[in-house]
């Protein structure tokens, strides 16, 4: 759909997890695995969505029915359910963990942001969505008064919170093993530098 | 003996994998707490990985108090890698510590050298600790073994071979990845660096090595025994999957099967022996008569 290929593998034993949790993918030919939130959970697979930005992320996106590739998860802490007026915010790939969000939450409204047309074909992964095109901002379509569950680019993040203090976002950061032994995915938490992977990567903002 | 290089497990996030090791190695202990690096901390590379995590730790105090004894708990044996910035600095951790091997980290890439040489550091740790200290080299020196017959003669009782060697990525706009500019490399592009040191300081001291750099299978880590390593430690292959211990030394004993050999132990320094002559096949066709 658009740029981005929805990879869709086998679940074998794997708990799908809660939303906003995610998997380390092997990336074929790579030394290191992607770490990729749950986009879906159908029956009896786990689907994610690959936007084929890099080395990985393209081996990812190229994989072939029949291929079988290594997969740990769930991995980290996902969105907080208990909400009582839920809104989605998605900007970009960053709407992955969504559509697996909503599901869970009963298609609760959506605002979704992307930089053109061709991006906003993934749109049609999240029931009940507005989606804003370039040079519109997705900010720009959040009403007051909702619980935000988001995620996507930094600024879009960073935007979010100065709107809606108490927002739960979805964070992302380079990563090499997912499960708090490389202490590679840093970010800041109350003024010092934590795993993401372990603190997260669902984060409330601060107040 | 299987061990995890230090800094790539946290054993209280993932008790199952350190417990698949015959030892666990904690991160390094510093004195004082450090936060580590901004991000970028992590690029991956052609044939490894660069790391910038710079030493991030609770501090000695914390350590001490909070990280040790949850360590204790997992019924593993511990090795404590002890860093700082001075010898007197490494001296004071080790002397506070009991019951556990001591690896010195005299070589992490990330933070700047220490002002004392190695040895100066493990004089000051031996004369403060009467507990097994290893000594955690650089690659990067230009004559390993003399720097592993310096600290064996002020008193080390093991060495550990090797840390990461200095490396820079480039991003597409041409700037460093890295938030730090460089950083460590580690995984397949160490392992050839690995046995040449571990080779090397193997002929020039006496002393038990412990040899790591890209060890992913049985096979690599039978090279690092052959080489002349007494034990093996896997970092990087860890990453990827937090089986490997396991995985690596169902597949060594494989290896050693193969050899006809009995344990890791008796594959140790294999590579310095004398290559056995090599066997004349006669396969011509012989006439009766």
Redesign the interface.
Request: glycine fraction near 12%.
């Given at each position: 759909m658009g740029p981005y290929t929805l990879l869709r593998v086998e679940r074998g034993g794997l708990d799908p997890g809660s939303p906003g949790q995610f998997f380390m993918l092997e990336a074929p030919g790579r030394l290191l695995p992607r770490p990729m939130s749950l986009c879906l959970a159908p029956a009896g697979e786990l689907a994610f969505l690959v936007d084929p930005i890099g080395s990985g992320t393209q081996a990812l996106a190229a994989l072939e029915a029949g291929d079988s590739i290594h997969v740990l998860g769930p991995l980290g802490s996902g969105f907080r359910l208990d909400v009582d007026r839920p809104l989605l915010v998605g900007g970009g790939v960053g709407i992955a963990p969504l559509p697996f969000l909503s599901q869970r939450l009963g298609a609760p409204p959506a605002v979704l942001g992307f930089r053109s047309e061709w991006h906003a074909e993934a749109a049609a992964l999240v029931p009940n969505a507005e989606v804003a095109i370039d040079p519109t901002l997705v900010t720009e379509l959040i009403e007051p008064g909702f619980d935000v569950l988001a995620c996507g680019p930094e600024p879009m993040l960073d935007a979010v919170r100065a709107l809606t203090p108490g927002a739960q976002l979805a964070r992302e950061a380079p990563m090499a093993c997912g499960y708090g032994a490389c202490y590679g995915c840093a970010v800041e938490i109350g003024g010092e530098w934590k795993r993401l992977c372990v603190e997260g990567p669902v984060l409330e903002a601060a107040a | 003996m299987l061990l995890n290089a230090s800094?790539?497990?946290?054993a209280l996030?993932?008790p199952a994998?350190a417990r698949a090791f015959d030892a666990f190695v904690t991160?390094t202990v510093t004195p004082l707490p450090r936060?580590?690096?901004?991000?970028?901390?992590?690029?991956?590379t052609a044939?490894?990985?660069l790391?910038s995590?710079g030493l991030?730790n609770p501090g000695r105090e914390r350590f001490l108090a909070e990280t040790l004894p949850a360590l204790r708990g997992l019924g593993v044996p511990l090795w404590v890698s002890v860093g700082g910035f001075k010898a007197h600095e490494y001296a004071e951790t080790c002397a506070l510590l009991e019951d556990v091997t001591i690896e010195l980290n005299l070589s992490c890439p990330n933070v700047e050298e220490a002002p004392e040489t190695a040895a100066e550091i493990v004089a000051a740790c031996r004369a403060a600790t009467s507990l097994p200290l290893y000594a955690k080299l650089s690659p990067a020196s230009w004559d390993i073994a003399e720097v592993a017959g310096a600290v064996e003669a002020a008193g080390a009782d093991g060495l550990s071979l090797v840390n990461t060697l200095r490396g820079m990525k480039l991003d597409a706009g041409l700037h460093p990845v890295l938030g730090t500019v460089t950083g460590g490399l580690s995984?397949?592009a160490l392992k050839p660096v690995a046995l040449a040191a571990v080779h090397a300081c193997f002929r020039a001291t006496a002393l038990p090595i412990v040899g790591m750099g890209g060890v992913a299978s049985g096979r690599d880590a039978l090279e690092l025994h052959a080489a002349g390593a007494r034990a093996v430690a896997v970092g990087?292959a860890?990453?990827?999957?937090?089986s490997a211990p396991n995985r690596i030394r169902e597949e060594l004993s494989a290896e050693l099967a193969t050899l006809g050999l009995e344990s890791a132990e008796q594959a140790c320094g294999i590579a310095h022996q004398e290559a056995l002559p090599e066997r004349k096949h006669l396969d011509a066709r012989s006439r009766v008569s």
């Open positions: - | 800094g790539c497990l946290d996030t993932a994998t991160k936060a580590g690096n901004p991000p970028v901390r992590i690029a991956e044939v490894g990985m790391n995590i991030a995984g397949p990087t860890l990453f990827s999957d937090p």
